[in-house]
C-alpha cells in the first residue's frame, strides 16, 4: 500500500511545477460558482426560501459540488494515450497493480486540486455568497467520508468509459457524454432539490444521486441516522457493482490487446 | 471572389474528409459536442420547471437567447478556428507555412482551418433551439427583421473573431496567449450564455465593454423579445450589434496587421 | 549566368527571455523579464547564380535555418539587403513565395489524414496552378520520386521517406524557380536519401532550378552539391567549391603509430603529439607544409622502436567538424565575382589538430 501512496505523491508534486496553471484555475473555478450563483440568485428573486429551501443552502451545495468536481478534474484520457503510443504493454509487466495506480495517481492529483483550487476558490467565494456552516463535527466528517466514497464512484464510472478506447478509435466523445450526464443528473448544474419529482424518482435507482447529493445533505444535516446508514451502504453497493463491471471491461480490454498485439 | 470561394471549398473538403476518417467516431464527437453544450440548456430548462421565469425570462425566450450563442459559435468556428488554435500554429511552425503561400495570410488563416465537428455540434443546437423557440416567443419574420437577425449573426460571428484575432495577435509578443483566452474568452462565454441582467454591475460592464459578448446575444434577443430588463440599458444598444462587430474586426484587423512584423519564428 | 540570390551584410538577433526558477522567479518572469540578445546571423553576405546548387551547412544553432528563414520571406532581417529573383522576400512575400518552393525535412505540409493527392489538391488551389501544370507536373514527380504505390494512401501508413518524397512533390508542384531544402533527408534511410539526392540532382540538372540545400549529412552535399557555404555562430566561414574543401586539409596529415616504449619522451618539430589513451597509440598531427612526411617519420622510428604505423588523410566530415570547432581556420571568402570558381578560398595557413580525426564522424 505505502507503494501506492507513492504514486499519489509524487503526482501531487509534479502538479505544483505549474504555477500560473494556479491562478488560472481558481480563477476557472471561481468564475464557474459565479455563474451559478447568479442564476440562482436570479431565480430566488430575493426570496428567502423556496420549499424550505434557502438560497444559502444551494450556494452551499453549488460549492460543495465544485470541491468534488475539482478533486475529479483529472486526465480521463490516460488509458487511450497508453494504448494509442502502445506503452500499456510495458505498464503491464511491471510489478504492480495498473489499476490501483491509476486510482492513487488520479488521488494524488485529486488531492493538489483540493488544496490548490477548491479550498483558495471557497475562500473567497465565502466573502460574497452566503455559505452555510457545516452542521456538526461528525456530519462533517461523515460527508469527507462520503465525498470520498462519491470520487471512487466517479472514478470507476470514468473507468469503465475508458476501457472502451481498447476498441474504439478515440473515447474522448464518450466520457464528454458520461461527463454531461453526470453533472446534470447527479445535480452538479441544478441542485437536486429543484429536480423534478419524476426524474429524482429513477435516480434513486442509479449511482448519480448519491454522488453529489449525499455529501450536501450530510454536510447541511437534517439526515436521520437510517436515512444516513442507507445512502452509505447505497453508495458501497455502488461501488462493488461498478468494480465489477470495470474488471470485466478491463480484462476483455486486455484480452482483446494481447490477441491483436496491441 | 470566385476565386476565394473555390480555396474555402478545396480546403473544406480535405477538412471535412479528414475529420470523417473515422466515420463512427466523428459522429460520436459531433453528438458529445451538442450534449456538452445542451447540457447547460438542459439544467435550465429543469430549473425553470420548478421557478417558472429568471428575470422575467420565460424558458421559450431563454432558449431564443441561447440559439444566439450557439449558432455564431457554430459559424466562427468554421472561420477562426485557425485562430482560436494560433499558439500552437507557431509554436509547431504550421505559420511558416503560411508565409510560404502566395496569398493573404489571414486569408488562409481564415478560410484553411474549421473545426467541422465543433461547428456541427453548436450549430444543429443553435438551429434546433432557435426553431423550437422562435414561434413560440413570438417574433415576427419579415424581410426585416430576418434581415436583422441574419446581420447579428455576423455581428456575433466577427465580435468573437476580433477577440481571438487580438490574441493571435498578442501571441506574436508573448508566444503563450491560451491562458489569457481562458479567462477572457471562455470565461465570459460562461457568464454570456445567461440573460446579462442577472449579473452584478461589474460582470455586466465586462460583458459589454472589455469582451462585448452582451452584443452576442442579449441585446439582440431583446430587440426581439423586448424584455423589461432592457430598461436597464441604453435602448440603441438592440440596434449596433453588427456596427459593434464591424468595427471590433477592423480594430482588432489593424492591431493583427501592425503585429505581424514582430513574427519570430520558432521552428527548432 | 544570371544572379538569382543576393544577401548583403546581413544581420538578425534575437531576444531571448531568461527565465527565472522556482517562485518569485515565476513572478519574476511575469512582472519583469529579463532579456538576453542572440545574434542568429551576423553580417552574412553571399550570392547564388540562377541554376546553381548550393550546400549550406553549420552546426545546430548556427544560424542556416534563419538564414533559410529570411531568405523565404519568413523573417525579417534586422539590417542587410536580400534579394531574391528580383524582389525583396519580407516586403513583396506573396508575390515573392509563388516562385519558391520551401521543404521541411521536420516539418510536412502534407495532411496525416489525407493521401499525398488529397492534400495537392488543396496545393493546387492556394498556388492557383494551371489544370495542365498541375497534371503535367505530378506525373512527372509522381514517376522521378517513385511514388505510384503509395500517393493515393493516406500519409499516417508511410514510411518516413515516402513521406518525404511526397512533401518533397508538394513543394514542387507550382514550378517554382527557386527550392530550399531544410534538412530534407533528416532520419530517413539509406536507399531513401538516395532517391531523395538523386531526384534533386536530376531537378536542378534538367529544370535549372535554383536550390539551397541545408544538411547534416555531408553525404547529401558530396552528392548532390558543387558548392557549400559554412555557416557557424551567424557567421559565414566559408563560401567555396566542395572540391575545396575536401583538399583544404591536403597538407594535413596524420601518423598514427604504436611504439614499443612510451616512455620516452617525444618531441618533433612543427608537429603535435598526442596520446590516445584507449587504442595507446601515438598521433603526430603536422602540416606537409612545414615539414615532409617522410621527415616526420625518420625522426619517430630514429628514436623509437616502432611496432606499426599508419599515414591517414582527414575525412570531409572530420575536416567540417573542425572548421566548426575552430581547429582549422578558413578565411571567410567574399566573393569578388559571381563566377563560382573564383570563389576559391585559401585555408590559413596550418591545420592545427588536437586528436586524430575519425572518418566516420557525424555530427
Known sequence: MNRYLQFAVIRFKSKTAYRFDYFLGILNSLLSFVVYYSIYKALYGGAQSIDGISFSMVTTSFLISLGLSSAFNKNEMFLQDKIKQGTIANELLKPVNFKLRMLFEDAGEGAFNVVFNFLPTALIAALFANICAPSGAINMLLCIASVILGYIVLWQISFIVQCWSFWLFSVWGLVTIKNVVINILAGSYIPMWFMPEKIRSILRFTPFESIYFMPVQLYLGGLSQWEILLGFLRQLAWIAGLYVIGELCWRSGIKRLVIQGG | MKDILSLFFAYARSGLKSRFQYKVDAIVVIFAVFLREAGGVIAMYLALQKFGTINDWSIDELLFLFSLIFITYGIFIVFFMALRDFPDWIKHGDFDRVLLRPRGVLTQLVLCGADWLAAFGHGTLGILLLIISANRVGVEWNVKTVLYYLMCVIGGVLIQGAVFLAFSAI?????????????????MRKFAIYPLSIYNKFIQAILIFVVPFAFVNYFPAQFFLQKPDMASYPTWFMYITPIVGIVLYALAYAFWRFSLRFYKSTGN | METMINVENLCKTFKIQRRSTGFTGAVKNIFRPTYEYKKAVNDVSFSINEGEMVGFIGPNGAGKSTTVKMLSGILHPDSGS????????HKQRKDYV???GVVFGQKSQISWDLSPLDSYEVIKHIYRIPDK?????????????DMSDFIDRPVRQLSLGQRMRADIAAALLHSPKIVFFDEPTIGIDVVGKDKIRRFIKTLNETDNITMIFTTHDMQDIEQTCQRLIIIDDGKKLYDGSLENVKSGCVSTRIIEAEIEDMTNGIDIDHTQITHDESSGKLIVTFDTDKISTSEVMSQLMSTNSVKDISIKEPGIDAVIRDIYEGKIKVRAATRVSADA????VAFSNVCHRQTAPQADTRF
Open chain 3, 133 to 145: 501544370l498541375y497534371k503535367d507536373n505530378l506525373e512527372r514527380y509522381t514517376e522521378l520520386l
Open chain 3, 82 to 89: 536580400i534579394s531574391v529573383a528580383g524582389y525583396i522576400p
Open chain 3, 98 to 100: 509563388a516562385n519558391i
Open chain 3, 341 to 344: 570558381s573564383v570563389g576559391a
Open chain 2, 171 to 187: 501571441t506574436f509578443y508573448v508566444l503563450e496567449t491560451n491562458s489569457l483566452k481562458e479567462i477572457f474568452y471562455w470565461n
